[in-house]
């Protein structure tokens, strides 16, 4: 019966809808190589169209109609050597967080002793020196910092060791290489850009490729009257974060270099910092669909022109 049923699929080439989640890409390739042309869907899109219920019945009907519409925007396949990549995207961001977690337990636990340190990451290896040289600490205390210590070493080279890997990745990506090119997208947003966008052409323009990152207002429109609030927070979060803290690394250079910027200088005196991170992470997102659809390098007068 299985093989009879296996035929069938690899005899008579179809369109398949498949919900964007667990295993999609893998069984997109997987149909893909027995002919058949797969339709990937983020499940927000497939969402509307499930009448009623949640069953798989309404689900395939959903993804049916789904795929009829002729607006629908759809999944790129992703490799296997991308799906790589993405792992250790993910990998770095948990260990970022664990890394995260575990000094502010350090700190918190120091506090307690009366040992202060100036924040950062990189003041957590001196403040644990000075607890391992204090003999006013009880034997316990140093023992446990001591093993906080080590955990903490530990989480520093696995993350070196996972930059290093998302590094050589970056490095040898034409798209990734063009896209670190913008001020405020390092190696890791722009791998980041490069794997998460689908297809940059089926957005209409950059605003709508910005929308659908989440970085533009929510807008409510009735009676004639259109208000703008927050901005929608669509999207991946982890992709809008990292613009968003690019944004906010550009703004800080800016400011201790003097550099004549008249766009970000007037939002400034306007406007709260992270308004204006926010704001300027919109227009690098708009920049970056720009060189992902014309397959252009940046240019430094690329982000002053579109700002000013």
């Excluded at 390739?29 to 058949?36: D, I, N, P």
């Excluded at 636990?109 to 040289?133: N, Q, S």
Aim: proline share 6%; glycine share 8%.
């Amino acid at each position: 019966m299985a093989d009879s049923v296996r035929d069938q699929w690899c005899a008579a080439p179809a369109a398949i809808g498949i919900e964007a989640g667990g295993a999609a890409h893998h069984w997109s390739r997987t149909l893909s190589a027995m002919g058949h042309e797969v339709k990937i869907m983020a499940p927000q899109f497939v969402k509307p169209y499930v009448k009623r219920g949640k069953n798989d019945a309404a689900d395939a009907e959903a993804l049916c109609e789904a795929m009829s519409r002729p607006t629908m925007r759809y999944v790129p396949e992703k490799t296997a050597d991308q799906q790589a990549a993405l792992m250790m995207i993910a990998m770095r961001d948990r260990l970022v967080r664990s890394r995260t977690q575990l000094t502010n337990t350090i700190r918190g636990h120091a506090t307690e002793f009366g040992l202060i340190a100036a924040r950062g990451i990189a003041k957590t290896a001196p403040l644990l020196e000075r607890i391992a040289g204090d003999d006013t600490l009880p034997a316990l205390a140093r023992a446990v910092f001591a093993q906080l210590g080590e955990e903490h070493a530990q989480l520093e080279a696995r993350l070196k060791q996972v930059n290093v890997a998302l590094l050589a990745w970056h490095r040898q990506s034409e798209l990734s290489g063009r896209l670190s090119q913008i001020p405020g997208v390092g190696p890791v947003g722009a791998t980041m850009l490069a794997l998460k966008t689908p297809d940059p052409r089926c957005f209409k323009s950059a605003r709508h490729f910005a929308a659908w990152i989440g970085l533009t207002p929510k807008g409510h429109s009735t009676g004639g009257k259109t208000r703008l609030g927050g901005i929608t927070r669509a999207g991946d979060e982890g992709l809008r974060s990292v613009l968003v803290v690019g944004a906010t690394a550009v703004i800080q250079h800016t400011i201790r270099s003097g550099r004549p910027w008249p766009w970000l200088q007037r939002l400034l005196a306007s406007k709260p910092p992270k308004l204006v991170a926010v704001a300027l992470a919109n227009k690098i997102a708009r920049i970056a669909w720009r060189l992902m659809v014309s397959g252009q390098g940046y240019t430094p007068a690329q982000l002053p022109t579109a700002m000013s």
